[in-house]
């Protein structure tokens, strides 16, 4: 007898819950009591800690322990690397051997089921039901190892893991109840008390055949209710089946439950099946739990935000961006006054205001808006927030419960520190800056190459203070452009009530000067013009491919138009698309698209970006000009500084300009810190390759930053699984990129969005002749479609062309002064690409659902700036 035939036992001696299970135990427990279940025997749970060793671990125990103590993206991929190894590694020949005299044993033909009986399972105050994995139709010694071996790691999986957690239980081990498994008529689940009302009805749900689709919520069951004094049954829910219990069933299902009530001193969650024979078979019975409330619904919604983060964000960009939208809004909440006890009653949401679906970023409304409406004044900024992001509205939540004189020393507090805080603002602005500023030369490209190891972690480290701790300076810029932009839109519906509203908002800010977003747009047009100047230079880089130029140039003796697109590459190298999603190479590692767009450029014979933009500001400074004489209509009046209607309108309205121009500069400092943190990463993940811990040095962004801390500083838990997390994670954002969630879900709380669980999108109508979204920039433009999703791809776009795209982020705004209009599938208002397209005058629609596969590249459409409508002239 080898050890592993110790370690099988008949499952009716498997008395002993520490080393079969609670499963098994119980099911020993049951067949004393006389109640038929299927024979079979049990895999004891130190067959799992053997086989663990093998895989190179320790214990299951200490090792599930370890698991839940980490970060719970980093506990993801780790446990996704345990349960590959506990598939892949062989069972020991001993125990194999074992399992194949047991399938010997049995009739031919038989089929088993393997199911989890972990040690701690079914107790009375943590069930584990359904939380692990069963395998059934098992026919083979060959298909019995697999499933023994995956529903070992199934104690692993995520399931169990959140379950441990909500329940502070962790399973102690993992035992295996191989049992015959049977062909049944009808299946199903008795409650012999009510678990919704507590009641001591019997409540049975059942489904045709194996109860597992029952379980995995496949099939909406039928529910009996019994009466277990009278044994009369009443159908509560017919489901989706409509199954007719015998009455010999219920009558064997009402002793069962007796029984099984007195064998075990307390109400029972009972599983059982009736097989063909019409026999009841107990297949295992555990002391109901409380359930959960349902959990309550949340809005998604990926507005404004994917501007910044189209597409699934790395484990390393994800691993600080929750944290720091939680700084944001502590930081701005702490700013205004706003009081601790408010502060407190806000952590729970403040600490899950974005998530991810599918790989990419989305904002949790539910939780920003219950943040905004616990703060004085919350409606309205809840309404601030929406124009500003161009997100739905949802419902408020319920208000914290304040004294009067509690409120009012708040508000006096908030009345004293705002205008406090906006009196400063420049002087912040100006501290984020110097503050990046510092960063930026401490991490250049020359630097970096000089650092020690431990210097790169001291480098990410103070990535993070500035992220986390110091950046209510530059979210200042945010919420004044949000909160300036509100007040000026309720203003002029207030006291100009017949005006078209959007039309009066783009004509008052478009062609703003000074904007940092367009000045790496001039530098560029300024390199075109003088290459221009230069015949030889002119032909040499519009004759040969993109690809080949930089090679040129070096060969050939444009020593001065060299050093200037060298000198334009270090300066504004750090503005381009993607810039914050840190795995996009940066201009200075890929000058392929600028020089793209230079070509772009050098065609264009028409005005550049710095008259265009004073064209538009003569047009805003005359429409300002008859919007105050409209408000204001006496003359010598508006010229007093009285507190008049055009006076406080062109308060307003500079307070709004001044901040958009704010947060386009602190917006521009974010891009250059987020270039420089790309920049340590990869100097990090070139030393990493060097140590033989990575492949590439690219693979750093699928770590956490703070696991590339910890290698860096020789603090990482478990370095030999770096690789194979790595891959484990390269291979799921894979997958994530080929998905394309909707721009907003409902779902319920603490679930992520899966694709088999959704509903399909409806299908657009490639007919729509008409297309609606928000107005961006007033202004009516036709021609053709330039349909592009990369900005990589737009030196393709020739002038005259209407540019089609699904998002914008200021990396596009070398390109807007080369198109006639602009439709954008996502944004607002005050998103990038809104700001942009006002500076250049060009009409653009906004918010535009599926434009970019609706429209057709080439294509004649008609771009209606002023109502918000794109019209496809040849549908």
């Known amino acids: ?232 049954a009443q159908v509560e829910d017919e489901g989706d089946e409509a199954v007719r219990l015998e009455s010999l069933w219920i009558e064997a299902l009402v002793k069962a439950a007796r029984t099984l009530e007195r064998a075990f001193g307390a109400p ?109 004044f919350g409606s309205w900024l809840a309404q601030s927030f929406n124009q500003f992001t161009g997100a739905d509205s949802i419902p408020p939540p319920q208000r914290i419960a304040a004294s009067l004189p509690e409120r009012a020393l708040e508000i006096a507090r908030i009345a004293i520190k705002v205008p406090r805080q906006y009196l400063r603002i420049e002087q912040r602005i100006i501290r984020f800056e110097s503050a990046v500023d510092a960063y930026a030369a401490q991490t250049s490209p020359q630097r970096l190459a000089l650092a020690a190891s431990g210097a790169l972690a001291t480098h990410l480290r103070a990535f993070l203070d500035i992220r986390l701790e110091r950046w209510t300076d530059a979210a200042l810029a945010d919420t004044a452009a949000m909160v300036c932009y509100g007040a000026l839109k309720g203003l002029l519906a207030r006291w100009l009530p017949g005006r078209d509203q959007i039309a009066l908002h783009n004509d008052l800010l478009k062609g703003l000067p000074g904007l940092a977003s367009a000045v790496p747009v001039e530098k560029l047009w300024a390199l075109s013009r003088m290459a221009r100047a230069d015949p030889q230079l002119y032909a040499l880089l519009l004759d040969t491919p993109a690809g080949e130029i930089i090679e040129r140039l070096q060969a050939s003796g444009f020593a001065a138009f060299r050093a200037a697109f060298e000198d334009y590459l270090a300066r504004w190298g750090f503005r381009y698309s993607g810039e914050l999603m840190l795995t996009q190479p940066t201009p200075q590692e890929d000058p392929l698209p600028v020089i793209r767009l230079l070509q772009a450029y050098l065609r264009r014979d028409s005005d550049g970006p710095a008259e265009i933009g004073a064209m538009q500001t003569r047009s805003r400074i005359a429409a300002t000009e008859e919007i105050a004489r409209a408000l204001t209509p006496n003359g010598l009046l508006r010229r007093l500084p009285l507190a008049h209607r055009a006076a406080i309108f062109r308060r307003v309205l500079r307070a709004t300009q001044e901040a958009i121009r704010l947060r386009e500069r602190a917006r521009m400092k974010q891009a250059l810190l987020y270039t420089r943190l790309r920049h340590v990463a990869l100097e990090l993940g070139a030393r990493l390759v060097a140590q033989g811990v990575l492949d590439r040095p690219g693979d750093i962004f699928f770590l956490a930053i703070d696991e590339a801390i910890g290698l860096a500083e020789g603090q990482a838990l478990l370095p030999a699984s770096i690789k194979e997390l790595v891959t484990a994670r390269r291979a799921a ?70 540019l089609v795209t699904r998002q914008t982020d200021p990396g596009w705004a070398a390109v807007f002064f080369l198109i006639k209009g602009l439709v954008v599938e996502r944004g607002g208002m005050l998103s990038h690409g809104a700001i942009i397209a006002r500076e250049y005058g060009i009409p653009a629609v906004v918010g535009v659902r599926d434009a970019t596969r609706l429209i057709r590249d080439g294509e004649t459409i008609r771009v209606n700036g002023d109502v918000g409508t794109v019209e496809r002239c040849g549908v």
């Not at 700084?327 to 205001?353: E, H, K, T, V």
């Not at 989305?362 to 905004?372: D, E, G, K």
């Not at 036709?782 to 030196?795: E, K, S």
């Open 268 to 376: 029972q969650d009972i599983e059982w099946s009736v097989d063909r024979a019409g026999r009841l078979v107990v297949l295992q019975s555990r002391p109901i739990t409380a359930g959960p409330a349902p959990a309550p619904k949340v809005v998604w919604s990926n507005a404004n935000i994917a501007e910044n983060f189209p597409d699934p964000v790395s484990p390393f960009l994800y691993s600080f961006v929750v944290r720091g939208y939680a700084a944001y809004f502590r930081g701005l909440g702490g700013a205004f006054g706003i009081s601790r006890r408010r502060l407190d009653a806000m952590a729970p949401a403040l600490d899950q205001l974005v998530g991810s679906h599918a790989g990419r970023l989305y904002y949790n409304l539910t939780h920003i808006h219950a943040v905004l409406h616990l703060a004085p």
């Open 1 to 232: 007898m080898t050890r592993f035939d110790l370690a099988l036992l008949p499952l009716e001696t498997a008395h002993d819950g520490r080393r079969c299970g609670g499963k098994a135990a119980n099911l020993a427990r049951l067949m004393r009591s006389g109640v038929h279940t299927a024979p079979g025997i049990v895999v004891m749970a130190s067959a799992l800690d053997a086989h663990l060793h093998r895989a190179g671990y320790g214990a299951c125990a200490g090792l599930f322990a370890q698991l839940l103590a980490l970060d719970a993206n980093c506990a993801h991929d780790q446990a996704m690397i345990v349960r590959r190894r506990i598939v892949d590694t062989p069972l020991d020949p001993a125990l194999a051997q074992a399992l194949r005299r047991h399938l010997a044993s049995l009739p031919p033909g038989t089929l088993v089921a393997a199911r989890s009986s972990a040690l701690g399972e079914d107790a009375a105050g943590a069930s584990f039901a359904g939380v692990f994995d069963t395998r059934l139709d098992v026919g083979s010694v060959a298909d019995l190892e697999v499933a023994v071996r995956e529903v070992w790691s199934s104690v692993f999986g995520e399931r169990a893991r959140a379950y441990a957690s909500a329940r502070g239980a962790c399973p102690g081990g993992m035992a295996v109840v191989v049992q015959v498994q049977v062909d049944p008529v009808v299946s199903g689940v008795l409650f012999t008390a009510d678990p919704r009302t507590g009641s001591d009805a019997l409540i049975v749900e059942c489904c045709a055949g194996l109860g597992e689709r029952l379980v995995g919520g496949a099939v909406s069951p039928t529910r009996y209710a019994i009466d277990r004094a009278t044994g009369s």
């Open 733 to 802: 954002q894979a997958l994530q990129s080929t998905l394309a969630p909707p721009d907003v879900l409902l779902l319920p709380g603490g679930e992520q969005w899966k694709p088999a669980a959704s509903i399909a999108a409806t299908a657009p109508a490639a007919g729509n002749a008409r297309l609606s979204g928000s107005s961006a920039c007033g202004g009516a433009a036709q021609g053709p479609a330039a349909v592009v999703l990369d900005v990589a791809n737009a030196g393709r776009i020739t002038s005259g062309q209407i």
